[in-house]
């Protein structure tokens, strides 16, 4: 048993956390909208849940979030462009637009939907409603 | 260009020569790779690195980079979908020209990393005269 915090253990343990809902059926295939991209993880945290949405290259000008009762679309497009004259020697970014509607199963709370934009990593995080929230039930 | 709908890139693990005594997986970020008279641009997508997170070295022509990604925001969190893995990023190039290794500059932008290689005088064409 290893004791105290070793960051590089804690990245694995992260790393095999995500691989493991991979084939989470949680959202029952239900993002829409065209295309993959941009990639989605969702986690959750306490009462809410944390979207980390992964958009690197693409300015914050050009990222539109609308949230509606269980759903939250993502789209925007993301230009790359290169300097007159120059001679490219190697290209593997790729740029579009993109769309994607991510509708979560349970009850969210649309109206308190908060969204950060940092190093090409936009955080939404989905509040549930109140309604929705899971209770602790005593034993009568 | 901006009409054509994005698909998603599937991050190519990094494998390494010599295996890591701890498992963690690391990540080779996408690049684009453009020359200019003046220098070598090189740009790295490497979303949620900070730039203070950053190493660059240029050593016998090979460039090297290393992005770390800061994953303490993820304590506290627990996956329940998953669609892309995380890790710290690194690839390393040859460089086919000479580089004036302390003029390199870099920038950081919505993650992406923007490095600058000046290309050395010497690189440069130049005239010789026959003496004599």
């Given amino acids: ?140 | 260009m901006t009409s054509e709908e994005l698909q998603v890139q599937q991050k190519r693990e990094l494998q390494q020569k010599q295996e890591g005594t701890v498992p963690a997986r690391a990540f080779i970020p996408s690049a684009d790779i453009y020359e200019t008279e003046q220098a070598l641009m090189v740009l790295l997508e490497m979303p949620g690195v900070e730039k203070s997170n950053v190493d660059i070295n240029v050593e016998d022509d090979v460039l090297d980079v290393e992005g770390r990604i800061d994953f303490s925001k993820y304590q506290g969190l627990s996956p329940i979908y998953t669609e892309y893995p995380v890790g710290h990023y690194r690839r390393s190039f040859s460089l086919s020209n000479r580089i004036e290794q302390h003029k390199i500059s870099a920038e950081m932008t919505d993650g992406v990393l923007i490095i600058t290689l000046p290309k050395a005088e010497e690189a440069k064409p130049r005239r010789i005269a026959i003496g004599g």
């Fill in chain 1, 1 to 140: 048993m290893v004791t105290g915090v070793d960051p590089l253990h804690a990245l694995h343990s992260l790393q095999r956390a995500l691989e493991r809902s991979y084939d989470s059926d949680w959202l029952r295939g239900s993002t829409t909208g065209m295309g993959t991209f941009p990639p989605i993880n969702i986690f959750q945290q306490a009462d809410r849940f944390v979207a980390l949405v992964e958009l690197p290259g693409v300015s914050k000008d050009d990222i539109e979030i609308q949230a509606k009762d269980s759903s939250i679309r993502v789209s925007g497009k993301k230009t790359i462009s290169f300097q007159a004259g120059a001679s490219v020697h190697r290209r593997e970014r790729i740029s579009g637009v993109f769309d994607r509607t991510i509708t979560m199963p349970v009850e969210v709370d649309a109206d308190r939907v908060k969204a950060d934009y940092k190093d090409g990593l936009l955080t939404l995080l989905i509040p549930r409603t109140e309604s929705d929230k899971p209770r602790t039930v005593k034993i009568s």
